[in-house]
Every structure is written in C-alpha cells, then in structure tokens.
C-alpha cells in the first residue's frame, strides 16, 4: 500500500485466456517483484527485477511473464501455460531495506 | 539462503504480551532478520528489522542472540487487531537480486 497501485483487485477468467495484472509505483524503487500467495501458504517468488529492461525468474516463473520498460511499471502476464493460476498476486518494491507491498490482486480462473 | 522455522500458530489473550520465535541456523554474516505482518486479503506490512542484540519501535521489540541463529518478535500488550500472520525473514535486505523466502509463517490468533 501506500505508493503501489494494482489493479484490478478481484479479476475472473475463462481457463486458456491470457491476463495481465497491473503494477505501479511512485517510490522511485528500482526494485520490484511479483509474488503468488495460496490460502494458508507462504509467498512465493514469480519474478524480480532490479533495474529497467531487466528481469530476472523466480521459483516458480513458469506460466508467468512479465515486463520492466518504465521504471513505474511491472506488469505480469499470466499466460494459459500456467497449470493453477487462480491466486493471490501481490507486487512488491524495495528501495532499501524493506519491501513495500501493494494491495494484492485476487484472480480467479475457471 | 538462510532457512526459517516458526511455530504455525499461536494463540493469546488480549493485553498479554506474545513472543513469537524463529529459528535461522545457518543465518550468513550479512544476513539481517525482518519480520513482516500480513492480514488476510492483504500484502505483507513490515513490522521491525535487526542484525544484533534488541531493536525497538512503536510496535515491537526483536530480540536477538550472540550467535544470531534465532530471534524472537515480541509483541506488548496484544489487541484483537493483531491478529494476522507473522513472517520471519532472513537475508542480506540491501541484496535486491535475493529471494526472500516467506514461509507459512506463524499465525497468531488474539482471544478476547
């Protein structure tokens, strides 16, 4: 909260179509990362980035893509490879040391 | 990675004071200890950070050992509010390229 901005924050899908789930921050963070959350676990890292035009994978990266071409800005593409993708997805920056999280994206796919 | 391991849940009862506890064995030299607060349907919020001894601010205290291979988050005079999750963290925080590791964390439950 506080500087990061997802959106929408309840998404529903049709099994096999692509979503993109919005990112944003005024932080100036170079930093940013997208989590995935099931109910009663932990978060689990999808992918980072540290600088514009660069990212990296995370643990469970496949399925998942995603882009870094403004700083503001890391959008994440759930694609139809993604086996399980109904979720929690949160989106994180770091500036120094924490992690700033934004309010969470809830995407349901049937 | 330093590995983490806190006890699931936990329950209390208003005004007492929780202490919450996490192991990290193998925490590296530059590894500093941070736990963060996660209410449901929301992103994790963080509470408090250290590397030795005790910190303190408005919200908690984190204790930390000579040989640094636990912590302990203490929490003063709970209310119903803080009931949530609570994640012990373990890395080199000034790492950006790092994967930080939540695990389940400790789910506390505050009775009235």
């Known amino acids: 909260d506080g500087g990061i901005t997802q959106s929408p924050k309840y998404l529903f899908r049709k099994e096999g179509q692509n979503v993109t789930l919005s990112c944003e921050q005024n932080?100036?963070?170079?930093?940013m990362y997208w989590y995935r959350q099931d109910p009663g676990q932990g978060l689990r890292l999808i992918y980072y980035s540290q600088i514009v035009n660069d990212f990296q994978k995370g643990d469970i990266a496949e399925g998942y893509s995603v882009s870094r071409e403004k700083k503001e800005s890391f959008p994440l593409t759930v694609t139809s490879a993604q086996k399980n993708p109904t979720a929690f997805y949160l989106c994180?920056?770091?500036?120094?040391?924490?992690?700033?999280f934004g309010p969470g994206t809830r995407l349901t796919v049937t | 990675l330093a590995k983490t391991t806190q006890p699931i849940s936990m329950d209390s009862y208003e005004g007492q004071e929780v202490n919450i506890t996490c192991s990290h064995n193998n925490i590296a030299t530059n590894d500093y200890i941070t736990w963060y607060q996660q209410f449901p349907s929301q992103g994790p919020r963080f509470i408090i950070q250290?590397?030795?001894t005790k910190v303190t601010n408005e919200v908690a205290s984190l204790f930390i050992p000579a040989d640094r291979k636990s912590s302990t988050l203490s929490l003063p005079r709970v209310s119903l509010s803080d009931t949530a999750v609570y994640y012990c963290?373990?890395?080199?925080?000034?790492?950006?390229?790092?994967?930080?590791?939540f695990g389940p964390g400790t789910r506390l439950s505050v009775l009235p």
């Open positions: 994180a920056t770091s500036g120094s040391y924490e992690q700033y």
């Open positions: 963290l373990v890395g080199d925080m000034y790492n950006y390229g790092q994967n930080f590791v």
């Open positions: 250290g590397y030795k």
């Open positions: 932080l100036n963070h170079d930093a």
